[in-house]
Structures are given as structure tokens and as C-alpha cells.
């Protein structure tokens, strides 16, 4: 049975309908759990017939721990008004465990922990959790954060493979709570890698525990993103084909109650093409495709999904889904009622919502016990390394070619020259990047490690590969997608111009080396034009070296030609270190020295801008 993948829009405007029905519906039945418990009587005097808990969820939590943006050192801020950080959820997990008894929730996180701010980067690279020169190394800031607030599991997330293995083994060593991943296996023998999954009791006076499977699934597409860390070690099959094999493993095991924590979006959708023979985004196939599983936190999109149900193919069930956005933005909160017929728990009834942090004050004892990393990483981050003779931003990046990006090419293109075979050296060498903040800016003046940081987000080292003239258009066509298709005489908006295709910033690759022209009043397909190097038109056969970072170079975001292309160069060096090293050796950070304009939007020939 096929399903097609919903549209993106279509697929948030439900969820966020039905999200706000359950919302309604569960503050209006907020009280029902106590007031049956409170009809059976307590203790022992009779065992009660049904009982409630809860599930609380969190993810994508990208190393957030406090309120704040160590790009823009200072407090978070966002036009919806977002808070980030687990110090305030853990006030809200608070809240809930007071409301509905401590013995009555449990804690889940479906993954991407520690990668993804200045904080998680200065305890994996400045001074790493795994130790430097034979020396312990410190405690992973999410760990001590986690700990405190007493997870009872998480799954892994790709972006937790971004430091190699080692990095998270320390962090795994570091958790009072395992890290699920029953699709992360050993390449060798095929046996899981991580625990697949963990059960948990809730225990009920005078009857038998309620006993809950967490399955923790994480994302086939590490295998592409991270294939430096985890080729030839680690092996990431199917959600759906895993799930299939553990979920009537856990219901054999007695569990009341099956809950998978997934590092998988719910739309059924892929960014990879045919690159992987695996779902990206799965957990709705999950829900339709195998039977026994009552609920699924979502993680890896970073939407707001506050309740979404799935009918099970097989058996009719419903299966109900929450994301709660990213980076401790919301927390989602499944409430479950169950009653006790011959002495086993069955489901009566389940709903989900989503809570906002941003009203509550961030938890006094995270802030006690580390304030003091927090400040470590602030003092790091505001390190001046160098002088720059003005200002540059990126806030017109994503449709002018503007001397910020020609940075980047420009440290990518003299990295990869000193380390390029002499028969490689010989070809034309170009670089390949993407806009991933409007809001990067370097200031006239002092230039310090969050300017920098804050220009590169991720933490992606440096491949360059072989692509030929034809495969170079092709690769710049699949960029051009990027743009919606304006006919020439209609004028240009520049805030509903990019993001066609569900295609974001990050995936948008400019090209420096090359001239080229991007004609957007073509249809997709057609619209690079004058694609030439050095004066002369690009040959179908011409050979290039092409300077691109090792998330694209191993195939993320589906680009044509590259994951298979042969590799010129590769380094474990990360580009963000390379551009803060060539600021700190050059001392002065002037565009005159690598802007260049060599790309620019026309309609039917006509410069844009």
C-alpha cells in the first residue's frame, strides 16, 4: 500500500488544528485521573480499576541548555516570542510532576543533544567531554542539564554522530539514561550498537505496574551526513523495518503501554533522492505499518506539531504523534488513561498537546550548577581574533552575491589549493556554499569568534570533489529550484522569492569561480545561463576541482552528481576553524581581497538587482 506524502503546508495547518482541539479538550479533562483514583479510595483498601501517567517530550535541543544566543551574545529573541533552553522546560517538567504525582511521569527526548550551539562545540572541540593529553575531560553541559532533570530516555539523533564516535560514547558514559537507537548497528554483526530500548514501571498501589516500552528510533541519513564518523562501523536501516521487529518484542514483554521516541519527521518525506533505499522522514509509516504501538514523540524537522493521529493499517488503532518544535521551544505532554480488566492495563483513552516555557522562569538549580560553563563559553566566543575594514552581512545572501559568502569561498578555495595533487592542482578549482543565516553579520572594526561562528553554524569540514562542466550545470540547476518563477515584467519580492520546494537556505548552494547567470522567469530546469569559467563558456567535459563541505559532498540535501564524484581533497578540520584561522593569520578581514560578483538574478536576460 503506497501513501503519498503529504504536502508540508497542508500537513502543519492539520496538525496545528487538531493541536489546538486537544489543547482545549485537555484543560477542560485535566482533573479526571485523580478524581478516579480518588473514587477507588487509596492505599490498599481496594485496587484501583484505572489509573493515568504521562509522557513529557523534548527535542532537538541542539545543545540550548540557557535563554540565550551566543551568536548575538545575548538573550534569545525571536519575532514569535520563543524562548530556548532546557533550564526553563525543566521549570514546566517541574510543574507537570507536581500537578499529576512524580511517580506518574516519565521523560523522553527524541535526539539531537550536542551539536548546535557555541556551548555543545566548546565541550566537543575547545575543551572536549573525551579528555585532551591524557586528562579526564569535563562533563557534557546537556548531560549535567539532562541528569538534573531526571530523563528516563532519549534517542539518538544524526546530529549526535557530528564529533565521532568517541565523543558520543563519552556522553553515553556521562547519562543517567540510555541512549536509544535500535536502527544504529554494528556494520560487522548487525547487532544494535545502542540499547534499542528501555522499559519503565509505573507502579500502582495495590495492582500491578503499568509497564511502558520506550523504543528509541533514530535517522537512516546518518549514514550519508556522517560517513567520515561512521562508514565501515555503523549501519542505520528503516524506521519502519526495525519498528517491526521490537514492537511485538516489547508487547511480549508485557508492556501496557508501547511509546517510541523517533528522530524522524512525520510527513514520509526524503532529501536524499534514491540515495538511501530508507524513509527520512518515517514516523507516519511507522504509526500506518505496524501494528502495537500507542504513541510516537517526533524529532528532526523542527515544527510545532502539538497532536496528530494515524490510523494503523492493520488494525484500525489510532496512533498519536506530537513534535515539540526544536531547541526547547515547546514540550510536549501525552496524557494516557488506562483501565485494569483480568489483571492487565489496557489504553481507554490518549491525547496529546504541546507547552510554551517562554512564561515560566529557567530552573534556579541548572543555573547554579552551570552557570559557570555558560560563562566559559560567553568569554570564549567574544575572543577578538582580528579587524575587519567593514561591515558585512548576509541579510541579501539568499539572492545577491554579497562579499560575506565570497569569505567562505574564498578560505575554502585556498584550503583545498595546498592540498590538491599536482594533476588535480592543474584543473580549475571552484567552491560551492550556502547562505545559513540572513542574520550573520561581521562588524567594521573588532571581529571575534561569535561573528565568525555565527556566519558558519555547523560544524562541517572540507571535501573537494571532481564534477565535469555538464555536471556543475546540473548541480546549479538543482540549486536554482530554490527560487519560485517570476515572469519576466512582474516585479520581484524578495520576502516570497526564495524557499520553492520546501527548499531552506541551508540547502541553497552559490557557486564562486564560475560567472553565471540564474534566469527565474525560466521553469526549474532551464534556468542557468552564461555558465562560464575564466571569460570562456563551461565544456560538458571540462574537468572541475569543486570545494564543498562534507555534508553536501556525501549527498545531503539530494544534490546531483556530488556523492558519487571522485574526492580531490578531504580534511577533518572544521570550516568554521579554517575561516577563524584565516582571520586570526591575516589579522585584517578585508573584502577587497576576496569579493567578487560572479552570480546574479535576471528575468528573461535582464539583471534583477
Known amino acids: 500500500m503506497t501513501h503519498s506524502p503529504m504536502n508540508r503546508r497542508e500537513f502543519v495547518k492539520k496538525s496545528a488544528v487538531t493541536g489546538a482541539a486537544v489543547a482545549a479538550a485537555g484543560a477542560v479533562g485535566s482533573g479526571t485521573a485523580e478524581a478516579a483514583e480518588q473514587g477507588h479510595g487509596h492505599g490498599h483498601e481496594k485496587a484501583p480499576r484505572t ?3 504521562s509522557i513529557l517530550g523534548t527535542t532537538d535541543l541542539h545543545g540550548h541548555v540557557f535563554d540565550w544566543d551566543y551568536y548575538a551574545d545575548a538573550p534569545y529573541t525571536d519575532k514569535a516570542g520563543n524562548s530556548v533552553g532546557v533550564a526553563r522546560v525543566a521549570t514546566l517538567i517541574k510543574q507537570q510532576r507536581e500537578a499529576k504525582g512524580e511517580h506518574r511521569v516519565l521523560l523522553v527526548d527524541a535526539g539531537d543533544i550536542i551539536q548546535g550551539t557555541s556551548l555543545a562545540y566548546y565541550f566537543a572541540r575547545v575543551d572536549p567531554i573525551t579528555g585532551t593529553d591524557g586528562k579526564r575531560g569535563p562533563k557534557h553541559p546537556m548531560a549535567t542539564a539532562m541528569n538534573h532533570m531526571r530523563y528516563d530516555a532519549a534517542a539518538l539523533g544524526n546530529h549526535e554522530f557530528n564529533y565521532g564516535i568517541d565523543t558520543l560514547r563519552k556522553f553515553e558514559d556521562q547519562c543517567d539514561f540510555p541512549l536509544l537507537g535500535a536502527n544504529a548497528l554494528h556494520a560487522k554483526t548487525l547487532r544494535p550498537a545502542f540499547e534499542p530500548y528501555t522499559v519503565k514501571h509505573i507502579k500502582v498501589p495495590g495492582a500491578p505496574d503499568i509497564k511502558v516500552g520506550i523504543l528509541g528510533l533514530t535517522n537512516p541519513g546518518i549514514a550519508i551526513w556522517d560517513k567520515d564518523n561512521v562508514g565501515g562501523k555503523l549501519v542505520f536501516p528503516g524506521l519502519v523495518e526495525q519498528a517491526k521487529k521490537y514492537v511485538p518484542r516489547l508487547r511480549a514483554l508485557g508492556c501496557d503501554v508501547v511509546f517510541l521516541t523517533d528522530h524522524s519527521g512525520l510527513d514520509g518525506s526524503s532529501s536524499w533522492g534514491d540515495e538511501l533505499p530508507y524513509i527520512e522522514n518515517a514516523s507516519n509509516l511507522v504509526a500506518e505499518q505496524v501494528p502495537g504501538i500507542d504513541a510516537i514523540l517526533v524529532g528532526h524537522t523542527h515544527v510545532e506539531v502539538p497532536s496528530y493521529t494515524v490510523k494503523n493499517d492493520e488494525t484500525g488503532e489510532d496512533v498519536l504523534l506530537s513534535e515539540p518544535y526544536c531547541w526547547g521551544y515547546r514540550l510536549s505532554v501525552f496524557d494516557f488513561e488506562l483501565e485494569l480488566h483480568h489483571g492487565q492495563w489496557k489504553v481507554t483513552s490518549k491525547k496529546a ?11 534556579p538549580q541548572i543555573k547554579k550548577l552551570l552557570e559557570a560553563d555558560h560563562e566559559l563559553v560567553v568569554k570564549y566566543v567574544n575572543t577578538p581574533v582580528g579587524t575587519c575594514t567593514a561591515d558585512l552581512s548576509a541579510a ?15 578560505v575554502q578555495i585556498e584550503t583545498v589549493k595546498t592540498g590538491l595533487s599536482a594533476a588535480d592542482a592543474a584543473l580549475p578549482l571552484i567552491s560551492v ?24 553554524i555547523y560544524d562541517n569540514t572540507l571535501y573537494a570533489k571532481k564534477l565535469t562542466g555538464a555536471q556543475l550545470k546540473d548541480y546549479l540547476e538543482y540549486a536554482a529550484k530554490y527560487y519560485i518563477q517570476v515572469p519576466a515584467g512582474t516585479e520581484v519580492d524578495t520576502a516570497t522569492l526564495t524557499n520553492a520546494n520546501s527548499f531552506w537556505d541551508y540547502m541553497y548552494d552559490t557557486a564562486a569561480g564560475v560567472d553565471y547567470d540564474i534566469d527565474i522567469a525560466q521553469p526549474e ?55 577563524i584561522d584565516y582571520v586570526t593569520a591575516t589579522k585584517t578581514l578585508d573584502p577587497a581581497d576576496f569579493a567578487v560578483t560572479n552570480w546574479k538574478l535576471t528575468q528573461a536576460g535582464t539583471p534583477v538587482f
Not at 541579501?396 to 574564498?410: N, Q, R, T, Y
Not at 556554499?433 to 558558519?456: E, H
Not at 564543498?548 to 552528481?561: D, F, L, Q, T, W
Open 51 to 53: 489509573w493515568s501517567f
Open 353 to 363: 498537546q504541546t507547552l510554551n516555557p517562554n512564561g515560566v522562569a529557567e530552573d
Open 396 to 410: 541579501e545572501s539568499c539572492w545577491k552575491d554579497v562579499p560575506i559568502m565570497d569569505f567562505i569561498h574564498k
Open 433 to 456: 556554499a550556502a547562505p545559513f543565516s540572513r542574520t550573520a553579520d561581521i562588524p567594521q572594526g573588532n571581529v571575534t569568534i561569535k561573528d565568525i561562528a555565527g556566519l558558519y
Open 525 to 579: 530546469g532551464s534556468r542557468i545561463k552564461n555558465l562560464s569559467y575564466n571569460g570562456t563558456a563551461v565544456a560538458d567535459d571540462q574537468v572541475f576541482v569543486v570545494a564543498v563541505n562534507n555534508y553536501r559532498a556525501n549527498g545531503g540535501s539530494g544534490y546531483p552528481h556530488i556523492a558519487s564524484a571522485e574526492i580531490a581533497y578531504s580534511s577533518t578540520n572544521e570550516i568554521r576553524d579554517m575561516m
